[in-house]
C-alpha cells in the first residue's frame, strides 16, 4: 500500500463514524479536519470533494458491518442457523454497535430519501446486496431440504430485513433492546414455521 492509499484508507476509517452519527449534512469541513488530524489541504489532496470521502466511508462501513456479520453467522452448519446467528448478530449490537452512530443503510437510506440524493445508487444498491444475501441464504437452504419448497424466498428476505431495519431504528431511538427482541422473536418464529 503507497503512502497515498494509508492517508486515504486513514481517512476513510476516521470519518466513517462521524458521517454515521452526524450525516452528509451535519458533518463539515471543520469536522473532518479536526477528525483526521490533517489539514483541507491533505484531506483534499487525496479526495475530489465530502461526497467522495462521504461515499467511500459508507462502502468501509458496510464493508466492516458485513465481514463481522459474516464471521459470526459462519460458526453455523445450516442455513436455518446461520440466518438464527444473522438475526442474533444484529440484536447483538444495536445498541453498541461496531460503527458508532448506528446502522449505516438505514442512516444513509433516510438521507437519500430527502437530500443527498447523490448517494442514491449507492445505497440502494447496497440495500439490495442486503436482501440477496438472506434470498441466497433461503434459497441454499431450500435446495438442501431444510426449508419447505413453496415458500416465497423474496418476500420473506424483505420480511426479514425490513423488520430488523425498523428493530434498529426503534431500539436506538428508545434506547431500548425490547423493540429489537421482539422482531428477532418474530423471524425466528417465521424460520421456524418454514423449516421441515
Not at 452526524?22 to 489541504?41: N, R, V
Not at 425498523?166 to 423449516?195: D, Y
Request: charged share 25%; proline share 3%; glycine share 8%.
Amino acid at each position: 500500500m503507497t503512502k497515498a492509499e494509508r492517508t486515504r484508507q486513514f481517512i476513510v476509517e476516521k470519518t466513517a463514524p462521524l458521517f454515521n452519527i452526524k450525516g452528509f449534512e451535519g458533518t463539515s469541513l471543520s469536522d473532518l479536519t479536526e477528525i483526521t488530524g490533517l489539514t483541507k489541504g491533505s484531506i483534499y489532496g487525496n479526495f475530489i470533494d465530502k461526497e467522495e470521502i462521504a461515499a467511500e466511508a459508507f462502502r468501509y462501513a458496510i464493508g466492516k458491518m458485513r465481514s463481522l456479520g459474516k464471521h459470526h453467522i459462519d460458526k453455523a452448519t445450516t442455513y436455518k442457523g446461520k440466518l438464527t446467528l444473522l438475526l442474533e448478530f444484529f440484536a447483538t449490537y444495536v445498541l453498541n454497535p461496531p460503527i458508532a452512530g448506528g446502522c449505516p443503510l438505514l442512516n444513509n437510506a433516510v438521507e437519500v430519501d430527502d437530500h443527498h440524493t447523490s448517494m442514491r445508487k449507492i445505497v440502494a444498491a447496497e440495500l439490495n446486496n442486503s436482501i440477496s444475501y438472506i434470498s441466497t441464504l433461503l434459497r441454499k437452504g431450500r435446495a438442501k431440504g431444510e426449508f419447505i419448497s413453496g415458500i416465497n424466498v423474496k418476500e420473506i428476505s424483505y420480511v426479514f430485513f425490513c423488520s430488523v431495519e425498523g428493530g434498529i431504528m426503534m431500539s436506538r431511538a428508545t434506547k431500548s433492546r425490547e423493540p429489537m427482541k421482539a422482531v428477532v422473536k418474530h423471524c425466528k418464529s417465521i424460520l421456524n414455521q418454514i423449516s421441515k
